[in-house]
């Protein structure tokens, strides 16, 4: 009865086939459990042993700490500023690969978002230290030209210039997935009959292109929130976002029961932001049903 | 007299991001051939000397070859887990099978920080296996999402009558999937396992936490080098990163073509 001939025919109906998924998952989400186990457990000092009984002490003690509560405002603050950045930059060039009738230069685009996308993240993390360091690229440039070298590294900007830099590929590549669906004939129309094309594209592209742009923001808000290496190398542990403050809490005390409930609290604000926006994509999927779907 | 059906503005902010984007990936190509210790301009002159010490460093060395062979593991792996749940997916009829693909995804929206955490808590309890079998049973759960979406979004294309018609023809069920289904996998068994394979050899986040003495992976090293020292056989390292990630953008072109590769994402 299926579209599938495939387990309308012999007495399964495919569901053998999710076995080693559910083995793989099985594993996946005993971690978790133990995990969760464990925020409740205490770590004896000094050893690596972990002993009950259980409490919810670690979770008071994250929660107690200003630094951890300001640091994850802080991290949920960054991400949305780093989604905006991805924006401004993003949009126009997933709207002009869209848009474009050269293939040659979709296909130039795509391979720079690809080619960044996958040279890794340590590989650029350090590509960025040495042209934004205080006696790098930039800052030579600057001083052959006679102006003040900049501090890019070691603070802010250079934490904000490299995860943009990190995260516009998946956004990018995410919009332009929604957005080449939809029709540009329909822009066409709207000029044709004396819009402008500035006003054609805010009457009609945007709207049909808001599910999409709420699709990929959503992802890329889900990776800068877990931004951990970035912060980690261009902020010079001085600008440390919630990753670096579980990561610190292994690394300085390997205190595992504390680290986890910090993980756990961090997972589900996360989970949180993450389910919101997807609840808003679902609500405007629901307005324009037609377009914009994810690819 | 068809306009232009995009401003000015959008190809002038399109090549400054093409440049932000290419930018740092290119520099670091040719830093990696840099003479001097550290950065100058004009560059001292070219050497290959930071790729000889690359190589002749051990750590690096014993880096390069689990990496690989934690890669190589689990991209056949993950692929193996991910064409029988995609089929399940997108051609069973059991219940729960939304389910099971939200499920398969979510290791995609936790931050690896807490993926990292939740495995060195099991296997720190369980006190079982090497760090080199942790990575690979940790980074196959990682992976998976990216292998199942690319053979779901494979696999909504496909017209089931083709299997149907195999089926009629008195071909078994296995023989149906293994002559006429899998063939035309190849594009999301190969936009999967790229994309499984360079999450695996790139992941620093949750490999940070399960390396040990023994195993120790690619960035891991680079980042513990890039702490301790100040010269570029990190980025003698980079470069060869980047330029197999230039060779396997080429490989999927000559496939499957960029665009469609990215809907098999």
Redesign the interface.
Known sequence: ??????????SS???W?????L???G??F???A??AI?SLLHNVSGT?S?VGPPSLDNYRAVVGLKLNRDITLDTLWLALQLTGLCIL??Y??A??MA???SRTL???????????F???????A??????L?N???VN??LK?AGLTPLPLVHNRTGVIISLV?FL??FFT?TL??GL?TVP?SL??AA?NLGAT??RSFVAVTLPLSVPALIAASTLTY?VA??S??FPD?LGGGRNPMA?NL??QK?LDAFD?PA??AM??L??LI??AC?GVLGQLERLVQRRFPTTGRR? | MKAQPYSRSVVAVSTLAMLFLLAPVVFIMFYAFNEGRYFTLPPKGLTLHWFANFFENDRFRAALQSSFGIAGLVTPTSLAVAVPSAIAIVRGSFRGRALLNAALLSPLMIPGVVTGIAFLGLFSQLDVGSGFWRLIAALTCFTLPFAVRALVANLHGLDPALEEAARNLGAGRWRAFLHVTLPQLRPGLLAGGIFVFVEALDNFSISVFLTDLKTTTLPIEAYNYIRDFDDPTVAAMASMLITLAVVLVFLIQRVTGLDRFLDLK
Do not use: C, Q
């Open positions: 009865m299926t579209i599938a001939g495939y387990p309308a025919r012999g109906d495919g569901r086939l999710a076995l080693p998924a083995a793989v998952l594993l996946f005993t971690a978790f133990v995990f464990v690596a972990i930059i993003g126009p060039l709207y002009l848009r474009t009738p979709r296909n130039l685009i795509l391979f720079a978002l690809i080619v960044t996958l040279s890794g993240g340590v590989t650029r350090y590509a960025w230290l040495i042209i360091g006696t790098g690229l030579t440039l052959t830099h516009l590929p590549l332009f997935g080449k540009a822009e066409e000029r094309r500035l889900a929130l877990s951990f290496l190398l990753a579980i990561y292994i595992i680290a986890a993980a756990v961090f997972l996360a989970l993450v690819a």
